[in-house]
């Protein structure tokens, strides 16, 4: 059931990607830059955290496809929850760092949403939970407005954002979402920008 999920979830994304770079054809330009000190493995166990769900998703699914094991944010929620008291909340890096590494989490992805709606920008972040270290970061603007914002200007932008971290330029130019390209070696240090108008 989970991986019919997986797969219907990973579906949508592919398809809310394609609509936009086939509608957005001479849309704004997108910004995006990112640096890596270390790419985690195949298999290492990650969750992602943020507080905009489009993003976290998309993120979480990006992740994925590149051979990651992903942790379900709920299981991170409902760790917090059974700590506290109050069931709204936003709780510190920290506490999540010590809520992930309980859980097993190897990478706690962060992840965030802000600017305006017409031209969002989005800000991700790796840590190693043990050193708490960063481990890649990376970031996606929409330097100029939308006409019409929508949530697959977030999803196109996330996966920007993750793709200039890691260093996975050689994606799909007509779909950033596409799991095709991989990272650059693992442990190579390197900094990455990207400017590019989506391709009709």
Same mark, same amino acid.
Not at 20 to 25: A, D, F, Y
Not at 38 to 62: E, F, R, Y
């Given at each position: 059931?989970?991986?019919?999920?997986?797969?219907?979830?990973?579906?949508?994304?592919?398809?809310?990607?394609?609509?936009?770079?086939?509608?957005?054809?001479?849309?704004?330009?997108?910004?995006?830059?990112?640096?890596?000190?270390?790419?985690?493995?195949?298999?290492?166990?990650?969750?992602?955290?943020?507080?905009?769900?489009?993003?976290?998703?998309?993120?979480?699914?990006?992740?994925k496809m590149?051979? !990651?094991? @992903?942790? *379900?944010p709920?299981? =991170?929620?409902?760790?917090?929850?059974? $700590?506290?008291?109050?069931? #709204? /909340?936003? %709780?510190?890096?920290?506490?999540? !760092?010590? @809520?992930? *590494?309980?859980?097993g =989490?190897e990478?706690?992805?962060?992840? $965030?949403?802000?600017?305006d #709606? /017409?031209? %969002?920008?989005?800000?991700?972040?790796?840590?190693?939970?043990?050193?708490?270290?960063?481990?890649w970061?990376?970031?996606?603007?929409?330097?100029?407005?939308?006409?019409? %914002?929508?949530?697959n200007?977030?999803?196109?932008?996330?996966?920007?954002?993750?793709?200039?971290?890691?260093?996975?330029?050689?994606?799909?130019?007509?779909?950033?979402?596409?799991?095709a390209?991989?990272?650059?070696?693992?442990?190579?240090?390197?900094?990455?920008?990207?400017?590019?108008?989506?391709?009709?």
């Amino acid at each position: 059931m989970k991986s019919q999920q997986l797969r219907y979830g990973w579906s949508h994304v592919l398809a809310c990607c394609l609509v936009l770079w086939l509608g957005t054809g001479c849309g704004p330009q997108i910004r995006a830059e990112g640096t890596h000190r270390l790419i985690p493995p195949p298999d290492t166990l990650v969750t992602v955290w943020g507080d905009n769900q489009t993003v976290v998703k998309t993120a979480s699914m990006w992740l994925k496809m590149r051979g !990651l094991a @992903v942790v *379900d944010p709920s299981q =991170v929620q409902a760790a917090l929850q059974a $700590g506290s008291k109050s069931i #709204i /909340r936003v %709780p510190g890096e920290g506490e999540l !760092l010590q @809520v992930a *590494d309980n859980l097993g =989490v190897e990478q706690l992805v962060l992840v $965030g949403l802000s600017g305006d #709606i /017409r031209a %969002p920008a989005i800000f991700v972040r790796g840590l190693e939970v043990k050193s708490r270290r960063i481990s890649w970061i990376g970031n996606a603007r929409y330097e100029d407005y939308v006409t019409s %914002p929508s949530s697959n200007h977030i999803i196109i932008a996330t996966c920007r954002a993750l793709a200039a971290a890691w260093g996975t330029l050689d994606t799909d130019p007509d779909n950033p979402c596409s799991p095709a390209g991989g990272p650059v070696q693992p442990g190579a240090g390197a900094q990455h920008q990207m400017d590019e108008r989506p391709k009709p």
